[in-house]
């Protein structure tokens, strides 16, 4: 797992600077809700997860949604204390971990306290990341009762080999049978494919594509293969048990799968993610609103261990094993361990790096000159729309999006 980032000590009692709420009213506020169980730590891995022989038995994870709960009551009073407007939820994401590892009815208790500490906007999104062994038709009934809305699925991918590199060790077969229930229950559904991994054929990659999209999700995610360091598949390559990750190899899927979503009628809103009209909803309607809340950097608070928050270029994380968060929580006191103030510099970083991944882009005046000096050389290389250029945006071309990490330091003058 990765070492928290460095910062300045959180206070105790969780209090914020001024700055932090003075434009509130300006700003969407959302909810992440880590559920940090898994049951199986998959190869690939460096979230903040532990399965529970990890834990020990001092960790209780039926009892985890009321220490959730708590946090959700103790961000309120911060927030109250701080003299923050009121603002409803724009979207509450319940992601992991696994969070239907826990009882669909604990889920349920800690959005139900979301709702009555917060409230939820009319158009809330309400998403819950699911693995589809450990989901029913029960399971999104109660959800879909309890205000959920969306679900997400993780299939990664199709291929048997495939999976057994990553370690997912999900029944291919129970995939389409999560959706159909989420379906049933009138639950929008999402699929999350990973490309790239080592041993994976463009065949194969093909496979995954296509079934995920027979299954008829609403939106989509495919996101290139990572290999981060400290995991196990990390610890493979390098011993040379499995073939490094190739670049090369990955441009070529992403290429693939956006050929293949576009024929199925998906849009491309973000670099990794597409969604397609449906269910008498757009194609707009149906992109993820909590992670556009995360790309255009509005507010967000972030409830369980490990999980980070962000308030107008105030950020802060909480403590990331489960134990020592659970004491902090039942003592009344902030689980926070460190926090942030944005510089601005820090801040037009994340504006461009964040920006140009979406599908409107970045205005052109709210660059640097340096960075509106290297657009015209964008457009020559073909990476950034000339037409979209002239009324004033950089929006990346089909190209482009393969190239969106150079795109960025050239804007920024790296």
């Not at 990955?250 to 269910?279: C, H, P, T």
Request: with cysteine; proline share 7%.
């Amino acid at each position: 797992m990765p070492a928290q980032p460095e910062g300045d000590p959180a206070p105790a009692d969780g209090s914020l600077p001024p700055s932090a709420v003075a434009r509130a009213h300006e700003r969407t506020l959302s909810l992440y809700v880590h559920v940090p169980f898994c049951a199986v730590r998959c190869g690939y891995c460096d979230f903040n997860t532990y399965t529970m022989s990890q834990l020990g038995p001092d960790v209780s994870r039926e009892d985890y949604h009321h220490d959730a709960a708590a946090e959700v009551r103790f961000g309120r009073a911060v927030l109250d204390a701080a003299g923050a407007p009121p603002r409803p939820l724009h979207s509450v994401f319940f992601g992991g971990g696994t969070p239907t590892l826990l009882p669909a009815e604990n889920l349920a208790a800690v959005l139900r306290q979301a709702r009555e500490s917060f409230g939820l906007a009319p158009d809330a999104e309400i998403t819950v990341e699911a693995n589809p062994d450990s989901v029913t038709d029960r399971t999104f009934e109660v959800l879909a009762e309890a205000g959920v809305n969306r679900v997400s699925f993780g299939m990664q991918s199709a291929v048997p080999h495939v999976l057994t590199v990553l370690e997912r060790t999900h029944t291919p077969a129970n995939v389409p049978l999560a959706v159909a229930g989420a379906r049933k229950a009138g639950l929008s559904a999402s699929v999350d494919l990973i490309y790239g991994t080592p041993g994976e054929s463009l065949p194969d990659w093909r496979r995954s594509v296509e079934t995920a999209l027979d299954l008829g999700p609403d939106h989509l995610s495919a996101y290139s293969l990572i290999i981060e360091d400290g995991t196990k598949l990390a610890a493979q390559i390098r011993r040379g048990e499995v073939p490094e990750v190739d670049p090369d190899d990955q441009a070529e899927k992403y290429i693939l799968a956006d050929g293949l979503l576009r024929e199925a009628g998906f849009d491309w809103y973000e670099v990794s993610n597409w969604s397609r009209a449906g269910e008498g909803r757009s194609a707009e309607q149906n992109r993820s609103a909590h992670n556009i809340a995360y790309w255009r950097n509005q507010d967000w608070w972030g409830i369980g261990p490990g999980a980070h928050s962000h308030m107008d270029g105030v950020r802060w994380w909480n403590i990331k094993h489960p134990l020592p968060y659970t004491n902090k929580i039942r003592e009344g006191l902030s689980p926070a361990v460190g926090r942030e103030s944005l510089d601005r510099d820090t801040q037009y970083l994340e504006h461009v790096m964040l920006g140009i991944r979406v599908r409107e882009g970045l205005e052109t005046s709210s660059l640097r000159p340096e960075g509106r000096t290297a657009v015209a050389g964008l457009i020559a290389d073909g990476w950034v729309d000339g037409h979209a250029a002239v009324g004033g945006h950089v929006i990346l071309t089909d190209q482009g999006r393969l190239m969106a990490d150079a795109v960025t330091r050239r804007l920024l003058n790296w």
